[in-house]
């Protein structure tokens, strides 16, 4: 066995396939999700795959549900040599139609919900030398949008807490990583993402334009083309030494805007993106 990992958020996408990519790979995985009745299509997939991977109840918002895990990681093996923050969601929506609950609820889970799942296990990643952990955060970490404010900010605050938490773990030989994905074709970008309850509301100041942007939204996931193992082949490298910086981009070739950002004066980039959205 390699490592003893545990991913949160793996009911989908970019969480299922990280549990069964890096079971594969020899690693003892344990999945976690928040409902464990959407474990149908895990248990399909390891049982194509043959391989074994624990699947346990845990919901990063919700501290009893963590401690009971870590419980039994502890109870079982006694340590953990990587943990990987994948749960999080998006919610969608411009600043005045979104509500204070939208927000903390956005930031519970995105950015709480690490701290709250990285307190619980760092004691367990604190019996092996050379732990590591894995954030996954977003290009939406770097570069903002307009109806972005929630989830930018969630994934910007995100970004911050790692790149501090990397220096002071790298005393104990404990790795922070980063991964910040472009757009992906998963539940994150379709039916998981939030609309603000007042978003689409035809009377609201700012109804034009959300409604542009997310028919724009849903024209650029028509096209994509990215495919979430390139997603999963960048934590496998990550948990095998194979990438040892704090941030790997991956699919930034699928957000043209990020490399308008990326290449252009800002202010410039700025005047292009309020003319492309006016
Ligand atoms: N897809 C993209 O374009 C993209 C781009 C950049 C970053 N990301 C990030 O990648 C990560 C994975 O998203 P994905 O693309 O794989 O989307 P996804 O298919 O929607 O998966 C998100 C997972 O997070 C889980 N989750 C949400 N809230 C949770 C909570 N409170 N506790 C535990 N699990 C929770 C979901 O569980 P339920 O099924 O119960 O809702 C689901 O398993 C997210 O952090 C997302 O922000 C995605």
Same mark, same amino acid.
């Given at each position: ?208 334009? +959300? ?6 939204? &849903?024209?650029?996931? =028509? /096209? @994509?083309?990215? *495919? !979430?193992?390139?997603? +999963? ?6 948990? &095998?030494?194979?990438? =040892? /910086? @704090?941030?790997? *981009? !991956? ?10 950002? &990326? ?16």
């Amino acid at each position: 066995m390699k490592n003893i990992i545990l991913i949160t958020g793996c009911s989908s996408g970019i969480g299922l396939e990280s549990a069964i990519t890096l079971g594969k790979r020899g690693n003892q995985v344990i999945a976690t999700m928040r409902n464990l009745e959407k474990r149908a299509l895990l248990d399909q997939k390891t049982e194509e795959s043959d391989i074994n991977i624990e699947i346990k109840q845990l919901d990063v918002t919700d501290l009893d549900s963590i401690k009971n895990v870590a419980r039994q990681i502890e109870k079982t093996y006694g340590k953990l040599d990587i943990l990987i923050n994948n749960a999080g969601f998006g919610v969608a929506g411009f600043f005045e139609e979104l509500t204070l609950k939208e927000y903390r609820f956005q930031m519970e889970t995105n950015y709480f919900g690490v701290i709250n799942v990285t307190k619980i296990f760092l004691p367990l990643l604190q019996k092996r030398k050379n732990s590591k952990i894995i954030n996954i955060s977003s290009l939406a970490g770097l570069n903002a949008v307009p109806g972005g404010s929630a989830y930018n900010s969630s994934k910007w605050a995100l970004e911050g807490f790692s790149e501090c938490l990397r220096y002071e773990l790298n005393f104990q030989n404990i790795k922070v990583f980063l991964v910040e994905p472009g757009p992906f074709p998963t539940k994150a970008i379709g039916e998981n993402m939030i609309i603000g309850k007042y978003v689409m509301d035809k009377s609201r100041a700012n109804y034009a334009y +959300t409604s542009k942007m997310f028919q724009l939204i &849903e024209k650029r996931n =028509k /096209r @994509l083309k990215s *495919k !979430v193992s390139e997603v +999963t082949n960048v934590i496998t490298r990550i948990t &095998e030494g194979k990438i =040892k /910086r @704090l941030r790997t *981009k !991956v699919g930034s070739r699928y957000s043209p805007q990020f490399w308008i950002r &990326e290449l252009l004066p800002f202010k410039v980039y700025e005047w292009l993106l309020m003319k492309f959205i006016g």
